[in-house]
T-cell receptor
Framework: GAVVSQHPSWVICKSGTSVKIECRSL??????MFWYRQFPKQSLMLMAT?????????EQGVEKDKFLINHASLTLSTLTVTSAHPEDSSFYIC?????????????FGEGSRLTVL | RKEVEQDPGPFNVPEGATVAFNCTYS??????FFWYRQDCRKEPKLLMS???SGNEDGRFTAQLNRASQYISLLIRDSKLSDSATYLC???????????FGTGTQLKVEL
């Protein structure tokens, strides 16, 4: 089945540093990938829609200069949290689908747990 | 009002019990509905889509009530392995953009 892989699965960094998270579709091409953030006991919140070969579409309230998204190929999207601060500590998850219109299924990466000290 | 609302629970039920969750959505233009399951500290996984006519998959039954704008999930003969958070997910606008509820936590006990 379709698999989406994320890396790293967890990262601890100092405040002020930048962290890059990769999301790969392993056996299908994904023109669109989605980045979510989930705080403890809260729902997944869509941060942005990543489009291959073009700029990402950010949700209201998400700073595009802080959360840099690059979707350079059909199988890879990256999210860079720039100048991370403790309030950015969260669970970041990406998702993609090869046939959402018919299957209604999004495949999620394993998630990346970011802790900013 | 939240776009998608769920009772966070937890629902603590004995093994073998039947349990039902409801989820309400605010946008009457919502088109597709899903239940996802999320285990602790893991990614969500699709449990089942929800069709207008209702659908069943083994011990799981999902129903949609468009007039009242809610969907439901019924789990029969609960297993310990059913313990998880069940996310109500709604799609609006015909695209891949999904809105997630906060989830309902289920704990099945011996």
């Amino acid at each position: 089945g379709a698999v989406v892989s994320q890396h790293p699965s967890w990262v601890i960094c100092k405040s002020g540093t930048s962290v890059k998270i990769e999301c790969r579709s392993l056996d299908f091409q994904a023109t669109t990938m989605f980045w979510y953030r989930q705080f403890p006991k809260q729902s997944l919140m869509l941060m942005a829609t990543s489009n291959e070969g073009s700029k990402a579409t950010y949700e209201q309230g998400v700073e595009k200069d802080k959360f840099l998204i690059n979707h350079a190929s059909l199988t890879l999207s990256t999210l860079t949290v720039t100048s991370a601060h403790p309030e950015d500590s969260s669970f970041y998850i990406c998702s993609a689908s090869w046939d959402f219109a018919n299957t209604g299924e999004l495949f999620f990466g394993e998630g990346s747990r970011l802790t900013v000290l | 009002r939240k776009e998608v609302e769920q009772d966070p629970g937890p629902f603590n039920v004995p093994e073998g019990a039947t349990v039902a969750f409801n989820c309400t959505y605010s946008n009457s233009a919502s088109q597709s509905f899903f239940w996802y399951r999320q285990d602790c500290r893991k990614e969500p996984k699709l449990l089942m889509s929800v069709y207008s006519s209702g659908n069943e998959d083994g011990r799981f039954t999902a129903q949609l009530n468009r007039a009242s704008q809610y969907i439901s999930l019924l789990i029969r003969d609960s297993k310990l392995s059913d313990s998880a958070t069940y996310l109500c997910v709604v799609s609006t606008g015909g695209g891949n953009k999904l809105t997630f509820g906060t989830g309902t936590q289920l704990k099945v006990e011996l």
